[in-house]
Each structure stands twice: as structure tokens, then as C-alpha cells.
């Protein structure tokens, strides 16, 4: 069955308001299979807004009350806040918050609760990790490596970074020589690369190297 937009808005509205599948089913003129199917499928946990009031400050701060009924009592964390307000936590940064539960009469539904949650919040100087990953990643393309005649097939390359001779030894090194010694003499490779780069010294250690030569 498809749904318009409306019919969808009024079923999460009734949900919220806790009538059952038969009682929505009833006031809709939908039968209970297809109102239960559609509830169990899409709706989860729902807000339905009664009312939202904003005001933006000239630093661009902005100040937000909203009534709203939801179908569960939501946390009171700050990116929930947020999010129930309307704004994106990676987007905005959240300043205070007040949060607010009333019960609200009808002859017809029972008692209904409503929530009152008013925010303060200011747009975040920086950028997302998502927002900066597509900046870099937006004019990136695949490129395939075409294998040239003549390369190397057998070749071995040795990473040494970060070595931190000083307040490493020989000791502590001998372990992981003797399984590089162990490769290469047990391998068949036409070129060996032994590449050394990062801490070949450890820092401290240069500078009480510096200090005795001063000496």
C-alpha cells in the first residue's frame, strides 16, 4: 500500500499520542493489517512538533523553544538536544539547555505527554571530519597502476623509522636484525631497499650528546 505524505504524518502523530493500530486504523478508514505493517516498519521514535519559537543573535547565537510530543522520553544528552531541536551536532555547538515535561488533557486521547525543551546554540568555527573528508576526497579519482616491462618481481624493502638510537641498544634491537637477516638470506630478491627514516636518534639523547662536546 502507498502512503501519501499526510496519511504518514497523521499515523506517527496518532502513535505519539498512543492510540493503537485498530483505533488508527478506525479514524483513518485504513484496515488494522496495513496501519500495523506500516507503524512496525518505519516508525520507531517520533517527534511531532507543536509549536517552535527561534531567535538568532547578531554573533549568530540562536535561542530555540519547541513543543513536541515524542513516543519515548529521549536521553538529555547534548547531540540529542540538538537533534530533536533541529540542529546538526556536527553543525552546531550546544550552550545550555532546558528540558520540560507536561501532561497535557484530552476527553478523547486521555492524558498526553508533551515536552518542552529550549536550547541555546552557536554555529561551530570549524568544520566537520566528514565536511573536511569531502573537501579532500571531492576531486580525488581511481587511478590504475599499469605494471611496466621490466619491473622488478622480487624485490624487498627494509622500513626502519624511528629507531631512537641512545636510549635503545643493541639488545633490544638484535630480536627483530636477526628476522631481517633471517629474510633476506632466505629470500631470492633482485633488489633490496633498507629504508631509514623518522628518530634515528633520540632526542634526549642528542642533546646530552651536545652537551658533553660542549664540554
Request: hydrophobic letters at 35%; one cysteine or more.
Amino acid at each position: 500500500m502507498k502512503w501519501t505524505d499526510k496519511e504518514k504524518y497523521q499515523i506517527a502523530k496518532f502513535v505519539t499520542m498512543g492510540l493503537s493500530d485498530s483505533k488508527i486504523a478506525e479514524r483513518m478508514g485504513k484496515t488494522h493489517s496495513a496501519v500495523k505493517h506500516y507503524r512496525q516498519r518505519h516508525i520507531t521514535d517520533i517527534k511531532i512538533e507543536d509549536s517552535k519559537e527561534v531567535t538568532t543573535e547578531a554573533n549568530g547565537t540562536q535561542t530555540a523553544t519547541i513543543l513536541m510530543r515524542l513516543k519515548h522520553e529521549p536521553d538529555k544528552s547534548p547531540r540529542t538536544m540538538l537533534a530533536l531541536t533541529g540542529y546538526d551536532p556536527d553543525k552546531f555547538d550546544l550552550i545550555s539547555s532546558q528540558y520540560k515535561v507536561y501532561e497535557q488533557h484530552s476527553t478523547e486521547d486521555g492524558t498526553v505527554p508533551q515536552y518542552s525543551i529550549k536550547v541555546k546554540v552557536k554555529p561551530k568555527d570549524d568544520i566537520s571530519v566528514s565536511e573536511l573528508s569531502g573537501i579532500i576526497n571531492r576531486n580525488v579519482k581511481q587511478k590504475r597502476l599499469n605494471r611496466k616491462s621490466g619491473t622488478l618481481k622480487h624485490m624487498l624493502v627494509v622500513p626502519l623509522y624511528d629507531l631512537h638510537f641512545g636510549i635503545n641498544n643493541f639488545e633490544n634491537m638484535k630480536p627483530f636484525a636477526d628476522k631481517i637477516i633471517a629474510t633476506i638470506t632466505g629470500g631470492c630478491y633482485e633488489k633490496i631497499v633498507i629504508e631509514l627514516g623518522g628518530d634515528l636518534l633520540h632526542s634526549d639523547y642528542l642533546n646530552a650528546v651536545n652537551h658533553h662536546l660542549i664540554q
